[in-house]
């Protein structure tokens, strides 16, 4: 898969792709681990769980595709009241290249692709 980057030098992958130099700071921001990954596999992101949708509207959303306008609504709001959660991020993405990691199926429509393009306006 061809990762996902936004003007803002941000991009999304999935977690489950190899990493590569161009990468910048890596963060997961799941909230749940993701299967069949030992952590030590990953030793060079960090996990930004804080920043992942609540698990309520995680569970509401469960990647329908006719609630993803909403979703996005729900989680921008999410956000906006979570600035501890988010700011290390802007922080990395105004020094260097920041990779969003994700271990969802359907990367365009995640969370992950909000989150970018909500960090994309701050930078």
Do not use: C
Request: proline share 5%; no cysteine; hydrophobic share 40%.
């Amino acid at each position: 898969m061809t990762p996902k980057r936004g003007k803002s030098g941000i991009q999304v992958k999935r977690v489950y792709e190899e990493a590569s130099a161009e990468d910048g700071a890596r963060f997961l921001v799941d909230g749940l681990w993701p299967r069949g990954i030992k952590k030590s596999v990953l030793p060079d992101m960090e996990w930004a769980k804080e920043v992942a949708p609540s698990a309520e509207l995680r569970k509401w959303y469960g990647h329908e595709p006719e609630k993803w306008k909403e979703f996005q609504k729900r989680y921008r709001a999410e956000l906006a009241k979570n600035t501890g959660a988010w700011k290390p991020l802007l922080s990395a993405a105004k020094k260097s290249a920041v990779t969003l990691l994700t271990a969802t199926h359907d990367v365009k429509i995640s969370h992950a692709m909000v989150l970018m393009d909500f960090l994309k306006r701050k930078v």
